[in-house]
C-alpha cells in the first residue's frame, strides 16, 4: 500500500503543478478528477493514513487552479462540481 501512496502522492503533485497551464480538461478528464476527489474524501480513506489528507489538498489546488486560470476551458469540469455537490 505504500508504494500506491507515494505513487499517488507523485501523480497528484505533477497534475497540480501543470493545472495552471492547461487549457481545456475533457469531460472523461473532469469525471476521473472528480471521481478520485470523491474517493479520496471518502471517511474510511481519508482516515486510513496521516498522509491521506495531503491528498485533498492537492485535489483541491488541482481544482482551484483549473477554475481560476482556465475557466472557460473547462466547462465540463466546472458542471461536474456543481451537479455534485451537496
Do not use: W
Not at 499517488?8 to 492547461?22: K, R
Not at 488541482?62 to 486560470?69: A, E, S
Amino acid at each position: 500500500a505504500d508504494h500506491l501512496n507515494s505513487m499517488l502522492n507523485g501523480v497528484l503533485t505533477v497534475i497540480s503543478n501543470c493545472s495552471p497551464y492547461l487549457t481545456s480538461l475533457s469531460l472523461l478528464s473532469s469525471v476521473k478528477l472528480l471521481n478520485l476527489f470523491e474517493l479520496v474524501t471518502k471517511p474510511k480513506f481519508l482516515y486510513g493514513s496521516p498522509q491521506n489528507p495531503n491528498y485533498v489538498v492537492l485535489m483541491l489546488d488541482i481544482f482551484n487552479n483549473l477554475i481560476q486560470y482556465q475557466y472557460y476551458g473547462c466547462p465540463d469540469l466546472v458542471y461536474g462540481i456543481i451537479r455534485r455537490s451537496k
